[in-house]
């Protein structure tokens, strides 16, 4: 056989006077391992019988082993207390209210989860903080998507208030600005024509005038409309400022009867062109009844017709802002006017 076949050779156990001998028999039995326990019994100290001492403790003394004695005389109470556990509470036990809340956060005023949760629950917390952002983003996209649905949005409340008028660019700006500053509000326009001044009134005493009427006509042809509801009519007038210099100026008059409550407000002025007066005047008839008041054509129209622009947009084809724009700050005004006034009447009551 050559090299790659020889298998590796086992060595046989050797043999000692012609008997084989096992080497593990060679190995001494193992020796008993030190006991380090003394004869002395050592009491068993329950858990309830433990007892803490302050301060060093004794060094023992060679051989002694250090025990704790049994309590005598009164019990100890163990580190927990069968009180301790009867606190955890199953979830049927759980408060079901922020007023069982309120009750344990004072029973427990250091639990800070309790504190957190009675916050975040309680009125202006960071839940109702969120829902309101959460309420505002959602409103917010509504509106973007569809400007209508502002006015579904925010009607309604407390706040019920009517227009001496049926057109939108009254009724308008005047909504919005009594939901800004009470939230909620709703307001609608019925038709009240002048009848006892001119159709372009020229003076502040003329357009008082006529918007008086248009309340006092809402009043008296529509019972619904008692003296408790709240009525805004809008006038617009001219007034020479200085020579030749003419304006336009909206008067807001808000009355309430029940409550004593009239608020009048002049709106920005928009410039007039001279041309434009002399042209109304002109166009007005000698016989006109109302002719001690004002102008039989307005200057709305005369200035739409020279701008060749509808009679509701020649106040931004002239000075760039829109009409709506001017009576919206003026309804805000009167509307926070009339806020005050309503605090100042319910502090006298």
Do not use: C
């Amino acid at each position: 056989m050559d090299g790659g076949d020889r298998k590796p050779k086992i060595p046989e156990p050797p043999v000692i006077s012609g008997v084989p001998v096992n080497l593990l028999s060679s190995v001494a039995p193992p020796s008993q391992l030190p006991n380090f326990v003394t004869t002395s019994s050592v009491p068993v100290t329950t858990h309830a019988e433990m007892v803490f001492f302050f301060g060093p403790a004794p060094f023992p003394s060679a051989g002694e082993v250090p025990a704790i004695p049994l309590s005598k005389g009164e019990p100890m109470v163990s580190i927990r207390s069968p009180e301790d556990s009867q606190s955890t509470q199953s979830p049927e036990s759980l408060p079901e209210s922020i007023s069982d809340l309120e009750k344990l956060g004072d029973v427990m005023p250091g639990s800070g989860l309790l504190t957190w949760v009675k916050g975040a629950v309680s009125s202006g917390g960071i839940l109702q903080r969120v829902a309101e952002k959460a309420k505002s983003s959602v409103d917010s996209m509504i509106t973007t998507l569809d400007p209508q649905m502002k006015e579904y949005l925010k009607s309604g409340g407390d706040m019920f208030v009517v227009v001496a008028s049926d057109k939108e660019v009254k009724i308008s700006p005047i909504r919005e600005a009594f939901q800004t500053v009470f939230g909620k509000a709703t307001v609608v326009g019925y038709e009240a024509q002048s009848a006892v001044t001119a159709a372009q009134p020229v003076s502040a005493a003329a357009a008082y005038a006529a918007a008086k009427q248009r309340i006092a006509l809402l009043r008296a042809t529509r019972p619904d409309l008692t003296n408790n509801v709240p009525i805004v009519a809008v006038e617009s007038y001219i007034y020479e400022a200085i020579a030749d210099r003419w304006f336009e100026v909206a008067l807001l008059v808000l009355s309430q009867p029940s409550l004593g409550v009239e608020v009048q407000l002049v709106s920005q002025g928009a410039p007039v062109a001279g041309a434009a007066v002399a042209a109304a005047q002109a166009a007005t008839p000698p016989d006109y009844e109302h002719a001690q008041t004002g102008y039989s054509l307005t200057i709305g129209s005369i200035m739409a017709d020279s701008l060749h622009v509808p009679n509701t947009q020649w106040h931004e084809a002239t000075t760039g802002v829109s009409r709506r724009e001017v009576l919206l700050l003026a309804a805000k005004s009167i509307a926070g006017t009339y806020k005050r006034l309503l605090a100042v009447s319910a502090a006298e009551t």
